[in-house]
C-alpha cells in the first residue's frame, strides 16, 4: 500500500505540474494565451498522468482485497515484482494512449483566434475547436476513456464487494473494525480523484452553457 501510495503521489505532484506551471506564468504576464505545441503537450502529459492515477486506484482496491479476504497469502500475492509489474503495465498503456490522442489531434486543422473554457487544454475541448470532422476523434476519445476508466472502476467496485461480503462473514466485531479501517484511507482517495472528476466535468458544461444557448436556433 506504501509503494502504490508514494507512485500515487508522485503521478498527483506530475498531473498538476503539466497545467499550474503554465497557469501561473500567465497570472503573472496577464496573458491567457498557450501555443500549439504547448496544448498538445498538456493533452498528452494530462491524459498520460491522468490514467495512471486511475490504473493506480484499482490496483490499490485490489491490494486491500488481498490484505482482507487472503491476509495469509498477502506477502506472496502482493510481492515486489507484482507492484512494479502493475506500474510499468500502466505507465507503458497510458504512454500508447497519450500519444495516439496526440497524433490524432495532429491530423485536425484549426482556425484562428482559438478560445478553450479552461485554464488548461483539455482533449474534448481541443477537438470541438477544429474545424475539420472530428467523428473519428470523437469515437476514439470516447471508447478508449470508457475503456481505460471504466476497467479500473468496475474493479475497485467488485474490490470492495468481495471486501464487504467477507467482512460481514466475520464473527469478531475487531475483526471488522480493522478491516473497514485498512480500506478508509483508500476510500478516501476514491472518493476526492471521482468527485474532482465530476465537478470538473460539471464546470465545463456549465462554462460551454452560454455558448450553447447563443446559437442561432
Known amino acids: 500500500m506504501y509503494f502504490f501510495l508514494c507512485t500515487l503521489s508522485f503521478t498527483d505532484i506530475s498531473c498538476f505540474s503539466t497545467t499550474v506551471p503554465k497557469m501561473l506564468v500567465n497570472i503573472q504576464r496577464q496573458s491567457k494565451t498557450i501555443s500549439y505545441s504547448g496544448c498538445l503537450t498538456q493533452v498528452c502529459f494530462i491524459l498520460c498522468f491522468a490514467g495512471i492515477e486511475n490504473f493506480l486506484l484499482a490496483a490499490m482496491a485490489y491490494d486491500r482485497y488481498v490484505a482482507i479476504c487472503h491476509w495469509h497469502r498477502y506477502s506472496i500475492i502482493m510481492n515486489l515484482h507484482l507492484c512494479v509489474l502493475l506500474i ?20 485536425l486543422s484549426f482556425c484562428t483566434d482559438l478560445e478553450i473554457p479552461h485554464f488548461f487544454c483539455e482533449l474534448d475541448q481541443v477537438i470541438k475547436l477544429s474545424c475539420s470532422a472530428t467523428l473519428i476523434n470523437n469515437i476514439l476519445f470516447y471508447l478508449v476513456s ?72
Do not use: E, N
Not at 510499468?88 to 491530423?107: E, F, G
Not at 469478531?172 to 478491516?179: I, L, N, Q, T, Y
Open 146 to 217: 470508457g475503456i481505460l476508466s471504466g476497467v479500473p472502476l468496475l474493479g475497485i467496485i467488485y474490490s470492495y464487494i468481495k471486501i464487504v461480503s467477507s467482512v460481514l462473514r466475520m464473527s469478531s466485531a475487531g475483526g471488522r473494525h480493522k478491516a473497514y479501517s485498512t480500506c478508509v484511507s483508500h476510500i478516501s482517495v476514491v472518493s476526492l480523484f471521482y468527485g474532482r472528476v465530476l465537478v470538473c466535468i460539471l464546470v465545463l458544461q456549465l462554462l460551454t452553457l452560454p455558448q450553447i444557448l447563443q446559437q442561432p436556433q
Open 88 to 107: 510499468l503495465l500502466s505507465l507503458s498503456i497510458h504512454i500508447v494512449d497519450a500519444l495516439l490522442h496526440s497524433l490524432m489531434v495532429l491530423r
